[in-house]
């Protein structure tokens, strides 16, 4: 059936409901998006994260991209909405990445790296706020 508004969110990659759209995709099966983040061949179809090719530029997959597409994507979908100017997704050109190697971490952005606890307090500290953030104001107080 037809739907005024639809959100889909999907894994950590493209799921095939995205190929099956009819939307342009890549060889991953990722929705194709302009730096607005909405789809080549969709007006009114946006996407972020792991699940889209951006146009402009290849990006590789990060939290950091996701998060900053997450936050953009809800600007430019009000903005749609009301007929107002989006704002292009402008990535950083070296994205922080800290990964959990168990009882330590490794922090990476070039050209410094680090391994060490202290990455992995970082990263710890880093994924508590970004819950935080998205949290319905129902959650925080459980």
């Not at 059936?1 to 939307?23: I, Y």
């Not at 809800?74 to 959990?100: C, D, H, V, W």
Request: contains cysteine.
């Amino acid at each position: 059936g037809d739907a005024d508004f639809l959100v889909v969110a999907t894994g950590a990659r493209p799921s095939k409901v995205l190929t099956e759209s009819g939307l342009e995709v890549d060889d991953e099966g990722a929705v194709i998006v302009d730096e607005y983040l909405q789809s080549l061949s969709a007006k009114g179809v946006f996407g972020g994260g792991d699940c889209v090719a951006f146009q402009p530029m290849e990006l590789e997959r990060s939290a950091s991209h996701a998060l900053r597409q997450g936050r953009l994507l809800y600007a430019n979908l009000l903005a749609y909405l009301s007929g107002e100017p989006m704002r292009p997704f402008i990535p950083k050109k070296e994205p922080l990445t800290i990964l959990n190697l168990g009882r330590t971490g490794l922090l990476v952005r070039k050209p410094f790296v680090a391994r060490g606890r202290f990455a992995l307090l970082l990263k710890r500290w880093i994924d508590r706020r970004i819950v935080k953030e998205f949290q319905s104001p129902s959650e925080e107080k459980s």
